[in-house]
Structure formats: C-alpha cells, structure tokens
C-alpha cells in the first residue's frame, strides 16, 4: 500500500499486494484512475499482469506475464496500456479468473482458440477485445458481470456461457 504525496509514492508497507488495476483517491467523490505500469515504477506488478515490456504477443509464454506464469482459472488477468507487444491467445485453451483490459490497451483471441473466462470482464474506455475467428466461454459458477465501453474494435465471434448468470452486459 502506498500514498501518493503530489510527486511521488511512499510506500507504507510491505506485506500488502495490490489486488486491482485501479487506485481509489480518498477524498475526490469516488474518483478511479487506471493503473498502467508507469504506476507501479520500481514495483512489481501482482502475478497476472501482463507485461508492457513483453518479448512476445504470446499468451502462452510465461514470461510474457509477471509472477511468470501462464494464466489459470485461478488468476485475475490485467492488460495495461502502453505495452510493446499485445497479447493473442495463440494456444488452443487460454483461461483466467478475471479479466481486466485497461484503456488503451487490446487482447486478440486468435483462429480456433478459445479463452474461458472464470470471473467478471471489464474493458475499459478505449480498450478492446477482438476474437474474429475465436471463442469465449464465460463459466463461472454464479452472476458473472462483464462490463464494458462500446467500441467498434470489440468482436466476439463465437460467445458461450457455462453454469453462470451473465448480468451487467
């Protein structure tokens, strides 16, 4: 956890991981920024996060991602804006918990792939997903909220849902 003093960041712990793509500012009248990587300079970003200095576009490339993991059902997934390559889900089952795509920042599902999303799916601002020949299960167990910005970059070629409650679409 960190306080931000005009200029800067002073850390005021340690033990705490930052478990969002988004900073609240106390006392602004719920007021939310972003976060992109410039954010966390010097700071890791929590496991999941992919990363803006990527070697590759791959999804399935481990060190694509912090924590240096693929993704799992179990693992809130985070597109930063500002990245040097932008992530395509190139292997037949990509997944994750929640996915989050910053404004700015794109996710392209490719050919006959499919990404199951576990939990909830934010696109935010100027954002976009585009699956023009791949798949979407939503699965979770559940409401699942998928929330975003129209944009004329958005497709979604093949859209499944599992056991869950699509809500907040």
Known sequence: VSRWDASI????????TPISNYISFTGLANT???LTANDYAGRTLPP????????????????NWEGG????C??????????INWPVI??????????????????????NNTLS??????VSGTGYFDATAGTVVFKKTGTQSIT??????????????????????
């Open 9 to 16: 960041w002073t850390e005021l712990t340690s033990s705490v």
């Open 32 to 34: 939310v920024a972003p």
């Open 48 to 63: 999941g996060s992919w990363k803006t200095t990527a070697a590759t576009t791959s999804w399935n490339t481990g060190s």
């Open 69 to 72: 993991s693929v993704p799992t």
């Open 74 to 83: 179990a693992v809130n997934v985070s597109i930063p804006a500002g990245c």
């Open 90 to 111: 190139d292997v037949a089952t990509a997944e994750c918990q929640s996915l989050s795509i910053s404004s700015g920042a794109n996710l392209t599902c490719s050919a």
């Open 117 to 122: 999303v576990c939990g909830d799916w934010t």
């Open 148 to 169: 975003m910005t129209a944009n004329a970059n958005d497709n979604f070629y093949n859209l499944t849902t599992g056991d869950g409650i699509i809500a907040n679409i």
